[in-house]
């Protein structure tokens, strides 16, 4: 439970409905609870793509709206047990979890939307990433990596293009269908930088042209290796701000936290001594 949280609890009756979902809420229980309903509705959704009988089928619709109203439930609790309201949307994925959990409500499954309705249903597995802390600083940190990666995605790019043409200039007559134009050279590229039978993408170029290894071996060397490497850096080093970041937020908030209780337990021996004063008299 965050500091705000442990805070905000202050505002409210300790034996309220509201502070009780604000416990459950953020109870570790709780959270593991939802997490393995999440994973459950998984498998529940990835029996629906095997031929299964139709006793199992009924089975599997009635534990799916089952499913459906558990989410609703914890949602429920989730907007109850905030301490103001109005912060619950202020989050993207409190909205996105509403939203998930209010159009599965939608009985669509015997009508033209019935497509629609599997696929937000398998999106249910992202809720996942807003329950568990973690899943949602890495999602943020790869996020935050994006312009970054956007850069050596370009550089990429430009790398692909310059050996695509390359390679369309001269092996298109060795194999025409993976260097016919410049757009099928990119995706031959693409299936050597993935190494999937490259070598023999690049013997069938060495029967007619014996030094077109260095073609390949420069190409692998610059996207596979020197890029990849580049990407991986990047987003370890962004994970790594984000860590640090929130370990001085948390050093921050630990003595605002100390003062704030220490004025509470001063204030409440001042109003005992009011108290006892008051009986005497």
């Not at 905030?82 to 499954?109: A, C, H, Y």
């Not at 956007?150 to 790019?157: D, E, I, K, N, T």
Request: hydrophobic share 55%; net charge negative; glycine share 4%.
């Amino acid at each position: 439970m965050s500091g705000h949280s442990d805070l905000s609890e202050l505002h409210f009756d300790p034996n309220s409905v509201q502070a009780k979902f604000h416990r459950l809420r953020s109870n570790k229980a709780f959270e593991l609870f939802v997490v393995s309903i999440i994973v459950f509705s998984a498998l529940v959704i990835g029996a629906k793509t095997y031929d299964i009988p139709p006793l199992l089928s009924q089975v599997i619709v009635v534990l799916d709206w089952l499913i459906t109203l558990f989410f609703l439930f914890e949602i429920t609790i989730r907007f109850i047990g905030e301490p103001r309201k109005r912060d619950f949307f202020k989050s993207g994925w409190n909205i996105f979890d509403t939203l998930i959990v209010v159009i599965s409500l939608v009985p669509i499954e015997d009508s033209e939307m019935a497509l629609v309705g599997r696929l937000i249903r398998v999106f249910r597995v992202l809720r996942m990433v807003s329950i568990i802390p973690e899943l949602r600083m890495l999602l943020s940190s790869l996020i935050k990596a994006l312009p970054q990666l956007g850069y050596v995605a370009l550089l990429m790019f430009i790398i692909f293009y310059i050996y695509g043409a390359v390679g369309s200039f001269f092996f298109a007559e060795v194999n025409e269908v993976l260097w016919g134009d410049i757009a099928i050279s990119m995706l031959t590229l693409f299936r050597i930088m993935t190494f999937e039978d490259w070598t023999d993408v690049m013997y069938e170029t060495m029967a007619e042209y014996p030094l077109s290894w260095m073609f390949y071996v420069s190409f692998i060397f610059l996207t596979a290796f020197a890029f990849l490497n580049m990407i991986i850096g990047i987003v370890v080093n962004v994970i790594e701000s984000e860590n640090r970041a929130r370990q001085i937020e948390e050093e921050g908030e630990q003595p605002a936290r100390s003062e704030l209780e220490a004025q509470l337990i001063q204030l409440q021996k001042s109003v005992d001594e009011l108290l006892a004063q008051n009986k005497k008299e």
